[in-house]
T-cell receptor, first 117, second 113 residues
């Protein structure tokens, strides 16, 4: 597609429920990133996918968080048993190649705003 | 470790004022440096970048110079417009190793007519 598409744009859920957030990256972009943007906290890295390699999950805050990327394209971030502190904007970004020497940059989606009541 | 520190916001200016948003970094290697901008309701987009010391990135009237001696990459604009109101993020990416860019907390800019 022309840009990175994320859905839903807004999600309100009750504490304890599971949620799924979807990211459709730019066609041909092999690298995909999930970040979390909390008020006053900046961008917190969650997980990184590159091609068929094992994802870098080092940023996931707990085992309630998981993500997958099917067919090297669409990615789904799943949060199980949501807590109020999970409320944030979840941003997805893609890149044609890993961000290496600086030649490649990230293209972000508009984000999915999650509110846990 | 690798980190980015930005000045706290919000920064509130009148139209045509001079803008500076400070950014400093710590890095275990030799990073590339970026400024991203997030307009209301939109995703982050690259504003400018610099990949080596003394490089100056520029775009849309904004400039930032990679200063290795002070580990800084301050964003400047000579005359801001209302349409520049947004959140600005400084970021770095160290060559080699992890392919995960590190972002600052963001600085909100509000420009009044």
């Amino acid at each position: 597609g022309a840009g990175v598409s994320q859905s839903p744009s807004n999600k309100v859920t009750e504490k304890g429920k599971d949620v799924e957030l979807r990211c459709d990256p730019i066609s041909g972009h092999t690298a995909l990133y999930w970040y979390r943007q909390s008020l006053g906290q900046g961008l917190e890295f969650l997980i990184y996918f590159q091609g068929n390699s094992a994802p870098d999950k080092s940023g996931l805050p707990s085992d309630r968080f998981s993500a997958e990327r099917t067919g090297g394209s669409v990615s789904t971030l799943t949060i199980q048993r949501t807590q109020q502190e999970d409320s944030a904007v979840y941003l997805c970004a893609s890149s044609r190649l890993p961000v290496g020497s600086g030649a490649n940059v990230l293209t972000f989606g508009a984000g999915s705003r999650l509110t846990v009541l | 470790g690798n980190s980015v520190t930005q000045m706290e916001g919000p920064v509130t200016l009148s139209e045509e004022a001079f803008l500076t948003i400070n950014c400093t970094y710590t890095a275990t290697g030799y990073p590339s440096l970026f400024w991203y901008v997030q307009y209301p309701g939109e995703g982050l987009q690259l504003l400018l970048k610099a990949t080596k010391a003394d490089d100056k990135g520029s775009n849309k009237g904004f400039e930032a110079t990679y200063r290795k001696e002070t580990t800084s990459f301050h964003l400047e604009k000579g005359s801001v417009q209302v349409s520049d109101s947004a959140v600005y993020f400084c970021a770095q990416k160290v060559s080699g190793g992890s392919y995960i860019p590190t972002f600052g907390r963001g600085t909100s800019l509000i420009v009044h007519p």
